[in-house]
């Protein structure tokens, strides 16, 4: 026998003697439930939730025949506004307020642009950046096709290059006095 082995079976002999007489610690498991705790500052007044049910709930499943084929995505009210599309396409108006739908269903998609509709209103903002992003092209084309059937949308176009291109859109809202 070495003289490393030899230490190695004294030093195991020794500890066996140093834990002689303990006992092994039972391991209790403990789950712990989660806590929801209500947080004061996320609460929202029945008005306002009642106000984005009511932009949300223009927004519908209907039958759609292929309204926004056309590449870039546009869209205005009236003929009398298309001006204001012009300078939409051109990139003139800056947006104050940012939208982004990754990874929400349909119905989230619908409630946060009810949302949007109803900040932008109470907020005076005319001009929102709503971003669908690309993914399975569910929000890509059922964005436009919702925010057409809403009555307070005046334009919206694809938004330009730096605000996302064709993976985003470029809202003006009508503000009610």
Known sequence: MNKK??????SNILFRQWLNGTREIVQDTIFHSRVHKKN??????KRYILEQNAHSH??????????FKDNPVSYIRHNSSYNILKNLQKGKYN?????????LTQYQAQQALG????T???EKYFCAHIMHGYGKNILKKQ?????SQHPDIIAFHQAPKFFGSDAAII?????HS
């Open 5 to 10: 082995n030899r230490d190695t079976i004294n």
């Open 40 to 45: 004061n500052a996320n609460i929202i007044s």
């Open 58 to 67: 223009y927004f519908s499943y209907r039958n759609k025949t292929n309204l």
């Open 95 to 103: 947006p104050d307020i940012f939208l982004d739908l990754h990874g």
């Open 115 to 118: 949302e949007l509709i109803t």
């Open 120 to 122: 932008c209103q109470k």
């Open 143 to 147: 964005t436009p096709f919702w925010l």
């Open 171 to 175: 809202v003006i809202i009508e503000i």
